[in-house]
């Protein structure tokens, strides 16, 4: 059984910083791109970031210059370290993996998910 499981959000003030974890179990994504998408209230799911294979970075330009995304082969793990959140960043951000695209932003693109994590940014 394919799981992805993340971990980091949580409540925090504008200007701080966060770092998710998503952990994969199941199979190997070493092949595909990993990334993260996001969830806010009354909102469509919406892309954030994903890495490449080689370690290409791809990212929204809402988050781009924030945010960092990262993976760990070994550990089977990839990382989104979020600074300077903003209220807006405000979501349920969800891991994603086993894109056969290196720059895939559309959440078709994606095999497996994660159940979400919750991060709140507030004033």
């Known amino acids: 059984q394919v799981q992805l499981v993340e971990s980091g959000g949580g409540l925090v003030q504008t200007g701080d910083s966060l770092r998710l974890s998503c952990v994969t179990s199941?199979?190997?994504?070493?092949?595909?791109?990993m990334g993260w998408f996001r969830q806010a209230p009354g909102k469509e799911r919406e892309f954030v970031s994903s890495?490449?294979?080689?370690?290409?970075?791809y990212y929204a330009d809402s988050v781009k210059g924030r945010f960092t995304i990262s993976r760990d082969n070994a550990k089977n793990t990839v990382y989104l370290q979020m600074n300077y959140l903003k209220v807006e960043d405000t979501a349920i951000y969800y891991c994603?993996?086993?894109?056969?695209?290196?720059?895939?932003?559309?959440?078709?693109?994606?095999?497996?998910w994660g159940q979400g994590n919750q991060v709140t940014v507030s004033s």
């Open positions: 199941g199979r190997t994504f070493i092949d595909y791109a």
């Open positions: 994603t993996g086993g894109s056969s695209y290196r720059d895939s932003r559309g959440s078709r693109d994606y095999v497996h």
């Open positions: 890495i490449w294979t080689g370690g290409q970075t």
